[in-house]
């Protein structure tokens, strides 16, 4: 393996298990608690994808008239993420973006889209994330996440959007949310069944097929510049850190609502 890759996964292992081992998944009991998670997890669904199309904007040509752009090889990366990603297969077979999966998970376990969809709203025809932040109500937690990726996207450098894909947004997901959410399907299978598939199609491309692209592609980009790692590492860093803050987010909501339960 490339030596600076060896080097940033040392750096940032300690993080990668603060997320991996977060409280937030021992708190997630019952199908209630999911839907906290979802509702504040779909945000980075989104902007994951955001994240996505900026890589493949700056890697690709996507202008008329077209003309060849950078490495095919890194072309061919990049476009085989984004077809795994914008066009999967549901349950059903039918072509849908993991973005839009997730939202009919979140409906049929009787997760509020409503925040999401107001603030993409807004964001649309406004293009003004503050203001869309604001109409939608979205947590701290939620709002920094998705400034921070967004950083990243207005940097238009892709070497950084690259490592914070592969390094901050991929390969996240322990096996013990996977056993929670089996849990809840084996209670209620008819709730969780479009998420627990959304999990399984997760793990299978983008946590192993899209892992090892990604890795080619950042090493790519990166090549052998000290600077350009260094800089990476600082972004990646930045990225955990604020994936964590979200996690923060969401133990504190399922907290609020248990608590009020109690009393």
Not at 33 to 49: G, K, N, P
Not at 110 to 121: H, Q
Not at 197 to 204: A, G, V
Request: aromatic share 10%.
């Amino acid at each position: 393996m490339n030596a600076h890759i060896t080097h940033l996964n040392k750096t940032i292992e300690p993080l990668r298990e603060q997320i991996i081992n977060h409280k937030v998944y021992s708190e997630i009991k019952d199908i209630e608690d999911l839907q906290i998670f979802m509702e504040h997890h779909i945000f980075a669904v989104w902007d994951f994808m955001s994240l996505l199309k900026s890589l493949q904007n700056n890697l690709t040509c996507t202008t008329i008239p077209w003309f060849p752009k950078g490495s095919a090889e890194t072309r061919f990366l990049i476009n085989e993420i984004v077809v795994g990603e914008e066009s999967d297969v549901d349950l059903e077979g039918n072509r849908r973006s993991h973005f839009e999966l997730y939202l009919e998970a979140m409906k049929q376990c009787g997760a509020s889209t409503e925040k999401i969809e107001l603030f993409l709203d807004v964001l649309q025809k406004t293009n003004s994330f503050d203001t869309a932040f604001r109409t939608a109500a979205t947590s701290e937690g939620v709002k920094n996440f998705v400034t921070a990726t967004f950083d990243s996207v207005n940097s238009g450098k892709d070497y950084l959007q690259a490592a914070v894909f592969t390094f901050g947004r991929e390969d996240l997901i322990p096996s013990m949310f996977i056993s929670i959410v089996n849990d809840i399907y084996q209670r209620i299978p008819s709730s969780i069944s479009i998420f627990k598939y959304y999990l399984e199609r997760h793990i299978e491309i983008d946590g192993d097929h899209h892992s090892h692209l990604a890795l080619e592609m950042t090493s790519s980009l990166c090549g052998e510049d000290e600077q350009i790692w260094q800089e990476v590492e600082k972004a990646v860093i930045h990225s955990l850190e604020n994936r964590i803050l979200l996690w923060d987010t969401i133990y504190d909501a399922i907290q609020l609502k248990n608590s009020v339960l109690v009393n």
